[in-house]
């Protein structure tokens, strides 16, 4: 039975996955930020620990808590947990941008390194990264998030070179607008962090805030897929015997991706400048 441990699952993406691929018949480790989302998990009959991608303690514990269960091994890692911060890069702080980081990528980077030495141990594994069509396209009011993915794609890049003919894959998926709760903690990141009426992007803040709440009543932004819609990619990279470097999923990312190799970069920036 193939072992896989989990960020991030306590809803949306990370939550169908893990029950996806338990279906499946994989042993997975589903693990959460929140403790009455790892109690929920347990309920749903996952082995299950608490794991907060912002604390070093938290994840090594969970490391060593999967490895005792393992006996010291584990074949893949799924790093879903994420979250956007919106707004404009001028209004975000250091602190705001600080905490995007921690999550999106210091603590992804912290949990990736400590189980690499276990996948060159036993000469094989899976790493899944899931990125976002903001790992390599940017739009405005996004800047945070997107520098957070954009230095996802490029440390797993640079993993994957480093690893060449290790018996590790690195895989990044990137799905674009899926249906999970992202817009509105996004939204509850945004109100943290910011103080909009202030700001001279005060109106186009009022209209990220009225599309979300929109997308949020019609159950997504347009073209978004279910969360089910990751799956498929997921279990490509996982069992493949040669996975893709990256997973486009939705509508979106298809078009940006096939747009930015066609189009003179002015006109790509004219498309993107519009989109909110």
Known sequence: MQTILITGC???????V??????????????A??????????????????????????IRNAVEWVLERTGGTLYALFNNGAYGQPGAVEDISRAALRAQFETNLFGTHELT???LPVMRRQGYGR???????LGFVALPYRGA????????????????LEWRNSGIHFSLIEPGPI???????????????????????????????????????????????????????????LESRRPRVRYGVTLPTHLFAILRRLLPRVVMDAILARVL
């Open 113 to 115: 390194s400590l189980l």
């Open 145 to 160: 998030y997107v520098a957070s993915k954009f230095a996802l794609e490029g440390l797993t890049d640079t993993l994957r």
């Open 33 to 58: 930020r929140q403790l009455k989302d790892v109690e929920r998990l347990q309920q749903d009959g996952f082995e299950t620990c608490q794991l907060d991608l912002d604390d070093s303690d938290s």
């Open 179 to 237: 249906q999970t709760a992202f817009r509105q903690n996004a939204t509850r990141a945004f109100h943290r962090h910011l103080d909009s009426q202030t700001s001279v992007h005060r109106e186009a803040y009022l209209a990220m805030e009225e599309a979300f709440l929109h997308q949020a009543q019609r159950g997504g932004a347009r073209f978004s897929l279910p969360p089910a819609a990751i799956l498929p990619k997921v279990i490509h990279a």
């Open 18 to 31: 893990a029950h996806g691929l338990k279906q499946r018949g994989y042993r997975v480790f589903a693990t």
């Open 127 to 133: 790493v899944i990264q899931n990125s976002s069509v």
């Open 10 to 16: 306590s809803s949306g993406i990370g939550q169908c």
